[in-house]
């Protein structure tokens, strides 16, 4: 029997032509695995599509209940944001993708997975780092980096083996999507200058203009409720998806750094993911004692890198997963959002955890703070300030001389 692959099945053209390419070239039997976490696709045509390419089986798994309770809540938990503006949202489905391909591979006794991943990348880094952690033994295959065909080329190959690719010669963008969000690259937008064209947006388009409030309630750092109903996490992440979308709020444009060493302009759209962390972080700020808070605050952004960089099954990542599920332990109440076109914004919030104490916080009657201990407080506070002034000379009103 010939050597067994299970491949990463998008259904796109790179993956559609990889089955035939492995078949081909490496002489191997091809087992696809697709992993709907909340694209909008067809799931169908897609398991059509593989079969007919030469897959011998080809698998499709629901993992969106799972992808945002284990994947996408732990990064909001944190506030991890990449360069303090990405919500990571292709990052995070490479990791269970990666997880649901090694069971595939051990349960139909392959020696290797494989991706449809190009050479400059940070997928190819996320894909194969987490199937070495996973499972080391098996080999990781990349077809798109050993090919050498264009896109061109791929079309005609897939015509060659009538294998019904939708993908044409003229495509415009890349866009990669999943219930978190929407990341949309290539075409005019590789042009940092060229404005993001407005057909590029699908999630975040202004259809309502009266404005309204959203109250999201969180347990434990995690979102459970939307207007005080109860939804399961993936339901939730979508709802709030259609809420803060129809708003025409949740867009991004920026620069990044790959992790392959090059700077890339990308375009995401991340309506339900910006707003549920632009609630917890709120929240945070009423529940959490404050050097925990300032601490969390530092080490939002490594962990944000580690995923970026596909170090989700890692020693660091695990560790600070610790870290951040101590750290949740009060972060539980509710937050309200005002929706405004082209608005979210955080207009009240409440816990019967927080540490917001209304009678040490107030300037009326009800004040119980003692002012007469400040003046001690701040002069040895200030004490050290006060030494080197005096035997130093202070701070130069001109500046360096």
């Known amino acids: 029997m010939s050597r067994r692959v299970v491949l990463a099945y998008s259904g796109g053209l790179d993956t559609s032509v990889c089955v035939r390419w492995l078949i081909e070239h490496r002489d191997v039997e091809v087992i696809t695995v697709s992993a709907d976490v909340g694209q909008t696709t067809e799931w169908a045509p897609i398991r059509e599509r593989a079969l007919a390419a030469g897959a011998v089986e080809a698998e499709v798994v629901d993992v969106r209940e799972e992808f ?7 990064v909001l938990r944190a506030n991890a944001l990449y360069e303090g503006r990405y919500p990571l949202v292709s990052a995070l489905s490479r990791p269970v993708i ?14 290797a997975v ?12 996320r894909f ?11 080999e990781v295959l990349a077809p798109v980096r050993e090919w ?5 080329d791929s079309i005609d190959y897939a015509a060659k083996w009538e294998i019904p ?25 590789e042009h940092p200058w060229n404005a993001p064209p407005e057909d590029i947006w699908e999630m975040t388009r202004t259809v309502v203009g009266e404005p309204r409030e959203v109250v999201v309630g969180f347990e434990a750092g995690a979102p459970v409720a939307v207007d005080g109903g109860r939804l399961a996490p993936h339901e939730l992440v979508m709802r709030m998806n259609e809420l803060v979308g129809a708003y025409g709020w949740g867009r991004l444009d920026m620069v990044e750094n790959r992790r392959v060493g090059i700077k890339s302009r990308e375009t995401y759209e991340a309506p ?8 917890h972080e709120d929240l945070e700020g009423l529940c959490l004692e404050r050097d ?13 890198e580690l995923v970026y960089d596909g170090l989700w099954f890692s020693p660091l990542k695990d560790a600070l997963d610790a870290f951040v599920e101590s750290s949740q332990r009060h972060v539980t109440g509710e937050v309200r959002l005002r929706l405004e076109p082209g608005r979210c914004f955080v207009v009240g919030r409440q816990s019967g955890l927080s540490l917001y104490d209304y009678g040490l916080a107030t300037y009326d009657a009800a004040d119980r703070f003692r002012h007469e201990d400040s003046e001690g407080f701040v002069r040895i506070w200030g004490l050290g300030i006060q030494t080197w002034a005096a035997k130093q000379g202070g701070v130069s009103s001109g500046g360096p001389s």
């Open 68 to 74: 945002a309770r284990d994947y996408c809540f732990p």
């Open 98 to 111: 990666t997880k649901y391909l090694v069971e595939a591979a051990r349960r139909h006794g392959a020696d």
């Open 114 to 125: 494989a991706h449809g991943c190009t050479g400059k990348g940070n997928d190819q880094v």
């Open 128 to 138: 194969e780092v987490s199937a070495r952690a996973l499972a080391p033994d098996l």
């Open 148 to 152: 050498g065909m264009s896109r061109e």
């Open 165 to 189: 690719v939708t993908a044409s010669k003229a495509k415009l963008y890349s866009v990669d999507d999943n219930l978190w969000g929407r990341a949309i690259e290539a075409g005019v937008i």
């Open 272 to 279: 339900g993911a910006l707003a549920l962390m632009l609630a």
């Open 292 to 304: 925990l808070q300032r601490e969390k605050i530092r080490l939002a952004h490594r962990y944000a």
